[in-house]
């Protein structure tokens, strides 16, 4: 699965943990930036991944940022886009299985590298239950 990545300065790090750990999972990534930790904008990352996400039949994306809700609100602007602002994998679980979320979204400087890495596989591998909830996913768009 080739996996839509991003962040902005805050959460650069972490991405680049993230990255390694999608490496060793067999996942390939696209990075959108940032490539350093330098001060920049997270909405200019957070749209190239939901744009990419978006593009994408079964797209999955990856964003990170500081508190991770700029980067969740931005992506949320695109119509086909989910995202889901997680800090623990169980979170992660019910925004695949209840909500269909196709990004995630990683609070950087709240959660640490094995639950932001458990998040990442719990993600990836949860699967959208349908029934009652594909009913409800259908209803978010405007």
Not at 64 to 76: E, Y
Not at 97 to 126: G, Y
Request: proline share 2%; net charge negative; glycine share 8%.
């Amino acid at each position: 699965m080739k996996i839509n990545i991003a962040s902005d300065h805050a959460g650069f790090e972490m991405k680049e943990i993230v990255k390694t750990y999608l490496s060793t999972l067999g996942h390939s990534f696209h990075d959108y930036g940032t490539y350093n930790a330098e001060s920049t904008d997270y909405p200019d990352y957070a749209h190239a991944v939901a744009s990419a996400v978006e593009a994408e039949e079964n797209g999955k994306g990856i964003l990170l940022c500081g508190s991770a809700n700029g980067v969740c609100m931005t992506a949320n602007k695109h119509a086909g886009i989910r995202a889901a602002l997680c800090w623990t994998p169980e979170i992660a679980t019910l925004a695949r299985q209840h909500n269909d979320a196709n990004i995630l979204c990683i609070p950087a400087r709240f959660v640490s590298e094995d639950i932001a890495k458990e998040m990442v596989t719990t993600f990836l591998n949860t699967a959208f239950e349908g029934g009652r909830h594909k009913k409800r996913v259908d209803k978010i768009a405007c």
